[in-house]
């Protein structure tokens, strides 16, 4: 018997993108309110795992062509470098700089190199919790 | 770094060249390359008798190690240059005696002499050391050099055996000097033996005094073969001859001697040195003489008669050591004891050496060294027999050779034993000449066996595997050299007295020499009518007699069976020491992780639970606590409630679900406690968490899948209620004794203000402690590659097979 999911899959392709604003709102407001990268991350994988129990993983890996495992390494990467961004100014490892600016839509606006530190930890969490799914997925 | 630096450090330097030798100049004898060495540094040790015989010594310094006060200093006086002597003299002569006995197609030359050069240098580093962490190192190396060439014929199983034996028997002593070495430098606080004789007189009120005298003796015992560590001698006969007769007679074991003598001055004023030096001595030179006769080996007997003489030269310095608690040079008549147990020493070297040469010889050019299949080698062996008569000759003490003089003196020092009203000799120093009567008597049963059992009576041919005949020129030539040293020293004892003797006696007895005055040694053959001679004649008589009939008593060796020997309680103790510690590791080492883990526990419990008792840190202090609400009394419910049913599940779902519903409800807990990030990631771990426990409940094998609940166990109840007492009595103590104020106000309030955010959560996350996360997602990244190798390589690996 053929399994039909289209309601699966149709409510799928609606919520995920709510479930990626959702976790993108949470990265992003993790200075001021609960939230941050880690969670965020946890969110998108969480879309993506959505995406998986929808579909296969075949079609998953052709929606979104990403080596996780890679991911991880660009996450590590990120946060280590805004590190030694700190070193190159001639501050200790890790020392944040942030300003205040006024954009033209958003208003008064705070840039901060935590943000920069937290794409990492953004960036490893989904890699390696999509690299624990897809491999333990794949295995049989 | 001088030229004395050089002469020490020579042999090792040629070491490392030898092997380049060996290939570059297949054709020739590598021990030729060798020879000019021990020769050169021969004459150079004689141009300094001059020097030591009128009471100088030389120094040498060269710093090593100076912030811990290690050095190589090196010092040349008459008792270390006795021994340099003695090493380089007999050693040109055993590598000139090893060209003609070590086969150049057979053996492997290269490693054999990087070997012996290792001991030689080692060697004259431990005589001419000063410093007595060099020394320590040079003894060490001395052992390691030794268990090589022990086991040189490394494919026999006796070699490795005796090998082994003797490492372990020489580092065990090694260590225990290395003990009083560390105890003697806690006392003086200097490694250097000149300064630490300087300060002698204030030691014997220390406590450490008589633990560093113990180690040492220990060291001196195991090195020079003394009782009952006299064990290794004979096993480490399984060496080819040139190295029995260099180190297993000549040198090595004579270390253990050099260093009671070299420490005399420091511990001799103990009458517990002089007791077990003495006393030792006299044993050793009993038992291995008595053990030497039943020896049917030729280099079995010469090894027991080396422990013996050994032991010899060791009681004579014991009682020599009682001359230090007299004054005067010459009146003294224990000196002549020291006297002997020089002169023995000298004499002991040249006609052992020479003794166990030939042995070699007949060894080699007959294929054995059973006396039972030897005899009659008399009218063939001319040369070789010759030089065996003269050294058991000397060796059982006969005129006119040395060992009658020096065996003379011997009787002398032990009948002075007991004139001495100090340490209860005049008690018990009668056992003295008893012992050594005995003894001699033995010694000269041996001596007779050796040279009669070998060359006289029937020559067997059809028991021996060659035609024997005289031995080439080169290897005879270095014991008719030892021999005729025998015989010189033998008739102009003189030579030796004032060049070597005394000199080596002014460094053991140094308190008792004035400034240029020197101890007169008087040696000669006729002291009149003494009771000495009477001994010696009687040695003489009852030893011809034990000789003749000595059938008629061998059966006295029965008597003490061999399973009760020193060897049988080695191996047996070596056995033992194998099973017990396998069948331990096997006991604890069960393979179970669970009794591991009852390990773990226990001795949690107990070293928190000692810590806390002991320090009296268990305190309830219940003014800081806050209020219980509802909330938390429903949640604590159903966490202990959902903890309980796990242990009460039936089947694995029902855990895992119940350990789910556990995560949830501390979940709600970050809630209630105000932990909203804490709260987000423990809910979405917890799901992940959830569904990874599924996944491998799901991919349990089918077959030994056995659904039911946990088995009661009475002891893992204690255990575990005892961990959850000791953490809640922990924690309860720890909140009701806090000692600083929180350093969280620092955050609440820089968050802001220096951090430019508001979620002091995050702030503190990536920015105050961003280090943590750092690595926290490292982990992370590690957790993820390792799984996905973990699943991918079996994989790959199942591909493959």
Not at chain 1, 24 to 42: A, D, K, N, Q, S
Not at chain 2, 406 to 430: R, Y
Not at chain 2, 490 to 514: D, Q
Not at chain 2, 712 to 722: D, Q, S, T
Request: with cysteine; net charge positive.
């Amino acid at each position: 018997m053929k399994t039909n999911d289209i309601i699966l899959q149709t409510v799928t392709k609606v919520t995920l993108f709510v479930i990626i604003l959702f976790s993108i709102y949470l990265f992003f407001t993790g200075h001021y309110h609960p939230g941050g990268g880690f969670i965020g991350g946890l969110m998108s994988s969480g879309a993506i795992v959505l995406l998986l129990l929808a579909y296969d993983i075949k079609t998953v890996t052709a929606i979104l062509p990403v080596d996780y495992k890679k991911m991880i390494g660009a996450g590590l990467l990120f946060s280590a470098g805004t590190g030694t961004g700190a070193l190159i100014a001639g501050k200790p490892f890790l020392t944040h700089a942030y300003t205040y600016v006024s954009l033209p839509l958003l208003g008064k606006t705070s840039l901060h190199t935590a943000v920069l530190f937290d794409t990492g930890v953004f960036l490893v969490v989904i890699g390696v919790t999509m690299t624990i799914i897809q491999t333990i997925g794949e295995s049989e | 770094m001088s030229l004395l630096h050089l002469a020490i450090v020579s042999p090792l330097v040629l070491a490392a060249l030898i092997p380049t030798l060996y290939r570059t100049f297949p054709k020739i004898h590598t021990g030729w390359f060798l020879l000019p060495l021990p020769i050169l540094l021969f004459s150079y040790f004689l141009q300094f008798i001059s020097q030591t015989s009128q009471g100088n010594t030389i120094t040498r310094n060269l710093q090593w190690i100076p912030s811990l006060g290690i050095d190589f200093t090196v010092k040349i006086d008459g008792l270390g240059l006795l021994f340099a002597l003695l090493i380089t003299g007999i050693g040109s002569l055993v590598v000139l005696y090893s060209i003609y006995y070590l086969s150049k197609e057979k053996e492997k030359l290269n490693l054999f002499y990087v070997y012996l050069l290792l001991f030689m240098g080692a060697m004259l580093g431990v005589v001419l050391s000063d410093n007595l962490i060099l020394l320590y190192s040079f003894w060490e190396l001395t052992s390691f050099s030794s268990f090589l060439l022990i086991g040189y014929w490394h494919h026999r199983e006796r070699s490795r055996y005796g090998a082994q034996k003797s490492m372990l028997i020489t580092v065990f002593g090694g260590l225990a000097m290395l003990g009083g070495i560390l105890l003697l430098y806690m006392m003086t606080g200097t490694f250097s033996i000149s300064e630490t004789i300087a300060v002698a007189g204030e030691l014997p009120g220390s406590q450490l005094f008589i633990p560093a005298l113990l180690c040492f003796l220990l060291g001196a015992f195991t090195k020079s073969a003394q009782f009952p560590f006299h064990i290794w001698l004979p096993d480490a006969m399984e060496a080819p001859t040139p190295v029995s007769a260099y180190l297993h007679s000549a040198t090595m074991v004579k270390a253990g001697i050099y260093l009671v003598a070299r420490l005399t001055p420091i511990f001799a004023q103990s009458g517990i040195w002089l007791w077990l030096v003495a006393g030792i001595g006299i044993i050793t030179l009993f038992w291995g003489s008595f053990s030497a006769v039943r020896q049917s080996d030729l280099k079995g007997i010469l090894a027991y008669s080396t422990i013996s003489q050994l032991g010899m030269i060791m009681s004579l310095l014991g009682i020599g050591a009682v001359a230090l608690h007299f004054d005067g040079v010459n009146d003294g008549i224990y000196t002549v004891a020291v006297t002997a147990a020089v002169f023995h020493l000298i004499n002991h070297a040249t006609f052992k050496g020479s003794l166990f040469m030939a042995v070699g010889i007949i060894d080699h050019e007959t294929g054995t060294r059973d006396i039972r299949r030897l005899g009659g080698l008399m009218t063939l062996m001319p040369i070789t027999f010759t030089i065996s008569l003269i050294g058991t000759l000397s060796m059982a003490g006969l005129p006119p050779f040395n060992g009658f003089l020096s065996k003379e003196m011997f009787f002398t020092g032990m009948l002075n034993a007991k004139e001495a009203g100090i340490f209860s000799l005049d008690v018990w120093g009668i056992l003295f000449p008893v012992i050594a009567w005995t003894g001699s008597v033995f010694t000269f049963v041996y001596c007779m066996i050796l040279l009669f059992r070998t060359f006289t009576g029937g020559f067997k041919p059809e028991k021996l595997d060659k035609e024997p005949h005289e031995a080439p020129l080169g290897m005879l030539v270095p014991p008719i050299i030892l021999a005729s040293l025998v015989i010189v020293f033998g008739l102009f004892p003189k030579l030796l007295a004032n060049t070597l003797i005394s000199p080596a006696m002014a460094a053991i007895l140094p308190s008792l020499v004035e400034d240029g005055k020197q101890f007169n040694v008087h040696i000669s053959h006729w002291h009149g009518f003494k009771p000495e001679l009477f001994m010696t004649i009687g040695v003489v008589l009852v030893g011809i007699l034990l000789y003749k009939t000595q059938e008629s008593w061998s059966g006295i060796y029965r008597l003490f069976p061999e399973k009760f020997s020193f060897n049988k309680l080695y191996d047996h103790s070596l056995e033992l020491l194998q099973r017990v510690s396998r069948k331990f590791t096997r006991m604890y080492m069960n393979g179970f992780i669970r009794t591991y883990l009852v390990y773990i526990f226990s001795f949690f419990i107990f070293i928190l639970g000692v810590a806390l008792v002991y320090s009296q840190a268990v305190k309830f202090d219940t003014a800081d606590l806050a209020e219980v609400r509802f909330y938390e009394v429903i949640l604590v419910a159903i966490i202990a409630l959902s903890s309980v049913s796990i242990l009460f599940a039936k089947s694995r779902l029902t855990s895992i679900i119940l350990l789910g519903a556990v995560g949830y409800t501390v979940a709600l807990f970050f809630v209630i406690f105000r932990a909203p990030d804490l709260a987000l990631t423990q809910l979405v771990i917890e799901t992940v968490s959830v569904s990874l426990f599924l996944l491998c409940f799901y991919h349990l094998p089918k077959l030994r899948k056995s659904e039911g609940r946990v088995g009661f166990k009475l002891f893992n109840l204690l255990i575990a209620a005892g961990v959850g007492a000791i953490v809640t009595v922990i924690s309860l103590s720890a909140h009701s004794s806090k000692k600083f104020e929180s350093i969280s106000n620092y955050y609440i309030e820089n968050t802001y203000k220096k951090a430019g955010g508001e979620n002091m959560v995050n702030v503190i996350l990536v920015d105050f402690r961003g280090f943590d996360t750092l690595f926290e997602i490292c982990v992370l990244g590690i957790a993820a590659l390792g799984i996905y190798g973990m699943i991918k390589l079996r994989l790959a690996k199942g591909k493959t097979e």
